[in-house]
């Protein structure tokens, strides 16, 4: 057996925040609950905003593990996390942001019937270089190197786009050696003066904002052996807009994307407890967050709360309650361009026609620590519909992005047109909307009420709001032609006022667990443009 290292989460999702108040991170563990770090070590959370009502910082954390490799067959034995007494690390991360260097985007055929954002196949850019720049003057790229126990961020780092500078982000390491990776500060502009307008949601010439992603890689320097040693599969970073409602799991996460680009299947046996549960509580919590649908939330909430034991109940008994429930399901893909994926498809069929078993399967083999943080990371991350997206978009629907699970591949890919294309860094946030809040203003309804809610039902004090409570209230404004939130006073408003936005949390008040708007700013706060 050959040694083999691996960082994980293979990807790991950060988040920017306008708060200057510390930062933190979102559970490892499906057990788990978000966390902070202080002095290197684990604290409790101190919620997502701060005394000032700014949405916080996300941070992810990087590890490494030892694996052994058959070098006959290629195949890895998990071993254990390396930790400050096996070896030193010293770890390397790059971030990016290339959006303003990008093509420009636009609808292209997506999964199944939908649509999805794809570049522009005449190769127009969003942005052409002045007389003697280049497209790399639209890049803002930042290289970091960080070893040790317990290091702090080090002086602020920034690129340009432009030739205006833009912070995307630094890193630190805990207590054990781990890395710790922030995102910037939410900020979008312009390197024009004065600033266009923002007339489109995807396309605005002349803009940035300060999301990114890039490669995490490593060396190690195994406890009394000479040399440092690269490790084998590095990780990467994506740096996405913050999540309003974190107590609502997307219906289809990018985990569930991988899984389907990759060809993983269903299990051999369908588990209600492990694979059809999981499904209906993802849809039961977009009631708190989307009133369109509002009947179909609701009943499979109704069903979970009220008939959770004939929903596992596999005999002709439970027909019914399971096909009316499975209809509800359905309707999940009335939310805009959202196509669940083949794999969660047949796990409901078979659910549907009392294919399955009612508790877990004892012979499903137990993932290792590894892999549950590889899969926990993209479970609250936003599988669709890629119009764009939130975190990363369309790209992740391709096999060839992925050198393995959960792993972004660091040589070609095949694109959207067939063409070979190799990766770097900025490329998963780049085919995004630039900047993020003119599209996250305009995508109220059915686009992605899992992370930007349409509504508020309850407020901090949990008492009910109007049922006309809009969770983006202020900031959306009727234009001229009449449509609320598309256009571009609405588009500014976001740009200036998303940190000051509730977020949607769980909360219990007399023993009744709802969902509350948590740190809105007061209105007084808001600077509007009319």
Known sequence: MVAYYKIHPGIGIARVGRSPDGFFLRAEFEEGEPFELAAGEEVAFGGYKDASRLIRRQGVRFRIYEYDRDPASGSLTFVREVTPDVASIEWRVTLANSKAAGLEMTAGPGLGDSLAIVPNTQGVRRNVPPAGGNVQDFVASVDFTVAGLNQPFGPRKTGTVGGVDVFLGEVCTDASGRLVVLGGEGKSQSWVAPAPRLEDYLNNPGWF????????????????????????????????????????????????????????????????????????????????????????????????????SSLADPSDAADQLRLTIFNAVLKAQDLRQLRLTPAQQEILEDWRDGSFLPGPDPSRPVGNEADRLDEVALLRTI???????????????????????????????????????????????????????????ECEGLWWPAQRPDLARFSETGQPLPLSTRWDRLVAVTGLDGALAHNAASRANMVSNFALLGVVEKRTFGGQEVFAEIGRADDSEFAMVS
Not at 405 to 411: M, S
């Open 383 to 441: 599988g669709g519909g890629f119009f764009p997206g939130i975190e990363a978009g369309f790209i992740m629907t391709y096999p060839s992005i992925y050198a393995g699970k959960a792993r972004i591949t660091r040589g070609q890919f095949k694109d959207f047109d067939g063409q070979m294309r190799r990766t770097y860094p900025g490329l998963l946030t780049e085919r995004m909307a630039v900047p993020w809040q003119a599209d996250f203003v």
């Open 209 to 308: 904002d300060d999301v990114a992603d890039g490669p995490v890689d490593a060396t190690i320097t195994i406890a009394g052996q000479p040399g440092a040693v690269p490790v084998n599969e590095g990780a990467w970073v994506v740096i996405g807009p913050p999540d309003f409602a974190p107590d609502v799991v997307p219906i289809v996460s990018l985990y569930d994307i991988m899984s389907n680009a990759l060809q993983f299947g269903t299990p051999p046996a369908i588990s209600f407890v492990q694979d059809v549960l999981p499904i209906l509580h993802r849809v039961a919590s977009h009631f708190w967050t989307n009133r369109l649908r509002e009947n179909e939330w609701q009943a499979v909430r109704t069903a979970l709360n009220a008939n959770l």
